[in-house]
């Protein structure tokens, strides 16, 4: 997994089938499973925070008046809970450190 490629669910199910040596089916569920816990977590507004990767964090962002850009009219922006991530130091660093030996 290198380049411009997108990693999928499929390509994440497939790389723990090689390491774990688990059937397909089993790979999947788990993956599937892990990403679950980590949805309902963020729906109760939990922070997920997973060592060495990052933190996944619930927002509330507040109504505020915006403007249309094609027309440039004032527009009410309602509130709404967004999801922010920040990513480790140990990633950061990882992801530095290959983009410079590229």
């Not at 774990?20 to 599937?32: D, I, K, P, W, Y």
């Not at 309902?40 to 927002?59: A, I, M, N, P």
């Not at 403007?67 to 709404?80: D, L, Q, S, V």
């Amino acid at each position: 997994m290198s380049g411009q490629q997108t990693v999928t669910r499929a390509d994440l199910c497939e790389a723990v089938h090689e390491e774990v040596g688990l059937s397909r089916q089993e790979c999947s569920a788990l993956v599937e499973r892990t990403l679950e816990l980590i949805v309902e977590s963020l729906e109760q507004g939990d922070t997920v925070k997973l060592s060495g990767f990052g933190v996944f964090q619930v927002r509330e962002k507040r109504a505020r008046m915006g403007r249309n850009p094609k027309t440039g009219e004032p527009a009410a922006i309602n509130p709404r809970r967004v999801i922010s991530f920040r990513a480790s130091q140990i990633m950061k660093s990882r992801v530095h450190d290959a983009v410079v030996e590229a």
